[in-house]
């Protein structure tokens, strides 16, 4: 109950801070609204998005309002919030809730699920994601109105098999959901990986968990020394199955647990339960979005450095690397707005709903084209998702578990590696430690036997030999 309070009232200071500041701003200016859907960071809420990150996604929207409108701008920009959850019944709620708000846009959903939802009831009205991924929203037929920040799923799968094949990833498992995203995501690698992947296993939630224990229990022991399990799951649900392997010994065998960018939004520095469960699996890897070039790029800096100032929640104390899962990609969507508005007043032509669509379309002037904190930012009319161009490829981090953060090793580049650090397995167990040690010495005992008998043969002969007194042929003794 305490944590839900805290958490609760840090988001209300956040919301009525960021509301005086921007309305401070406004006097005089013209306002334009947008809307935020996004997972309230309420403990309590049915979302598989940790409260810690739903709350550091909610102050980086608020910290990207304030920079943008203190710019010295001749209009604002305010905001309507509303609770996504990453669920779809919830979204729908919400969304006829932010349909009589007079809006020009809406920032999110975050998860693709909740995505599938606002667009099929918020018809017409410009939806920007910065984090639903699912490739099926690229559909520009089904989903005209959907647009994002970050790349599609399918160049998430690149990234995860040009991965396996830099690491020799081999015996692989797929665990995954019913959800959009986890399934449609699983699915791609499976068939991009054939070679590399032995199964793929559709986790059902248990009666009190996200996962049933006893169908996980079964897949773990099922498994080979030297597999690999891939997690394309939410967060928490990768949480959920990290505990239930810490409890049957499972999280050194396999050797490796891979996550994609769902798993790698785990936070590792929550509390201390979270610190025990990370001390069991530190040295797990997996793919993670680009997160920026903060400090060194200074679209990044002005936002974190007002973040630290304004000392709002969810403000990573670690540097980059640690700012957490698509943190970076909700400034640049923010800033999309602030860009289309920007050209859409130099151009004279009215702000609505409309001309916000037709600039994201393609259609008209607005189209956004800048530097953010991700890089290039730029959409593609055709998809509606990050345009990927020379200048602007699909980039991805592989990271690594330690014990406060995920830790870059390396960066993936149009599914190509242009930079890796030193990647080590996590431990073996003793057990298996022990048989390798076993294996090992047999294997020497074996060599040495091979070695030291042929010669020991051949001083044989060479002793008749000399002993008779007349040379011959090995292949004379030997017969």
């Known amino acids: 109950m305490g944590l839900l309070l805290r958490s609760a009232m840090r988001f209300l200071i956040l919301s009525l801070s960021s509301l005086v500041e921007i309305n401070s701003a406004i006097e005089g200016n013209e306002t334009y609204y947008i809307g935020f859907l996004a997972p309230s960071p309420n403990p309590s809420a049915a979302s598989p998005i940790p409260?810690?990150?739903?709350?550091?996604?909610?102050?980086?929207?608020?910290?990207?309002?304030?920079?943008?409108?203190?710019?010295?701008?001749?209009?604002?920009?305010?905001?309507?919030?509303?609770?996504?959850?990453?669920?779809?019944?919830?979204?729908?709620?919400?969304?006829?809730?932010?349909?009589?708000?007079?809006?020009?846009?809406?920032?999110?959903?975050?998860?693709?699920?909740?995505?599938?939802?606002?667009?099929?009831?918020?018809?017409?009205?410009?939806?920007?994601?910065?984090?639903?991924?699912?490739?099926?929203?690229?559909?520009?037929?089904?989903?005209?109105?959907?647009?994002?920040?970050?790349?599609?799923?399918?160049?998430?799968?690149?990234?995860?098999?040009?991965?396996?094949?830099?690491?020799?990833?081999?015996?692989?498992?797929?665990?995954?959901?019913?959800?959009?995203?986890?399934?449609?995501?699983?699915?791609?690698?499976?068939?991009?990986?054939?070679?590399?992947?032995?199964?793929?296993?559709?986790?059902?939630?248990?009666?009190?968990?996200?996962?049933?224990?006893?169908?996980?229990?079964?897949?773990?022991?099922?498994?080979?020394?030297?597999?690999?399990?891939?997690?394309?799951?939410?967060?928490?649900?990768?949480?959920?199955?990290?505990?239930?392997?810490?409890?049957?010994?499972?999280?050194?065998?396999?050797?490796?647990?891979?996550?994609?960018?769902?798993?790698?939004?785990?936070?590792?520095?929550?509390?201390?339960?979270?610190?025990?469960?990370?001390?069991?699996?530190?040295?797990?890897?997996?793919?993670?979005?680009?997160?920026?070039?903060?400090?060194?790029?200074?679209?990044?800096?002005?936002?974190?450095?007002?973040?630290?100032?304004?000392?709002y929640p969810g403000f990573s104390a670690l540097g980059l690397h640690a700012s957490q899962s698509y943190v970076p990609y909700v400034f640049d969507t923010v800033t999309v707005f602030f860009k289309i508005v920007d050209a859409l007043r130099n151009a004279g032509v009215n702000v609505n709903t409309s001309t916000v669509l037709a600039a994201l379309q393609g259609h008209g002037p607005g189209t956004p084209h800048f530097n953010g904190c991700t890089g290039t930012v730029q959409i593609d009319p055709t998809t509606g998702s990050r345009q990927i161009s020379l200048s602007q490829p699909a980039l991805y981090d592989l990271v690594s578990l330690v014990q406060n953060s995920w830790e870059l090793k390396g960066r993936i580049k149009n599914a190509t590696f242009f930079s890796v650090q030193p990647i080590r397995r996590p431990n073996l167990p003793n057990e298996l430690v022990s048989s390798y040690r076993e294996s090992r010495m047999r294997n020497r005992g074996l060599i040495a036997g091979y070695i030291v008998f042929p010669v020991v043969f051949l001083i044989i002969v060479v002793y008749l030999q000399l002993q008779h007194g007349r040379p011959h042929s090995y292949l004379r003794i030997a017969h």
């Open 51 to 311: 409260a810690s990150l739903a709350e550091a996604w909610q102050s980086a929207f608020h910290v990207a309002l304030e920079v943008l409108n203190g710019e010295g701008r001749t209009y604002n920009i305010n905001f309507t919030p509303s609770d996504s959850a990453c669920d779809w019944m919830t979204v729908l709620e919400a969304s006829r809730f932010l349909r009589q708000k007079g809006l020009i846009g809406i920032v999110g959903p975050a998860c693709s699920g909740a995505a599938l939802a606002a667009v099929s009831y918020m018809e017409g009205i410009p939806i920007v994601s910065f984090a639903a991924t699912m490739e099926s929203l690229s559909d520009r037929n089904l989903f005209p109105n959907f647009f994002r920040t970050v790349y599609s799923d399918s160049h998430q799968a690149l990234a995860v098999l040009a991965t396996m094949e830099k690491l020799n990833m081999t015996n692989a498992t797929i665990l995954c959901t019913k959800s959009y995203y986890s399934l449609g995501l699983a699915q791609s690698i499976q068939k991009m990986a054939i070679d590399r992947v032995l199964n793929m296993f559709v986790l059902e939630s248990g009666d009190t968990s996200t996962i049933d224990t006893a169908q996980l229990k079964r897949i773990l022991y099922s498994l080979q020394p030297n597999g690999v399990v891939i997690l394309v799951v939410p967060p928490l649900i990768a949480e959920d199955i990290w505990k239930a392997a810490a409890k049957l010994g499972k999280t050194a065998y396999p050797w490796w647990y891979f996550c994609t960018d769902g798993a790698t939004a785990f936070d590792p520095s929550r509390n201390d339960d979270t610190s025990k469960l990370v001390t069991a699996i530190q040295g797990e890897i997996g793919i993670a979005p680009f997160g920026g070039v903060y400090p060194g790029n200074s679209v990044c800096q002005k936002f974190f450095s007002h973040w630290r100032h304004k000392a």
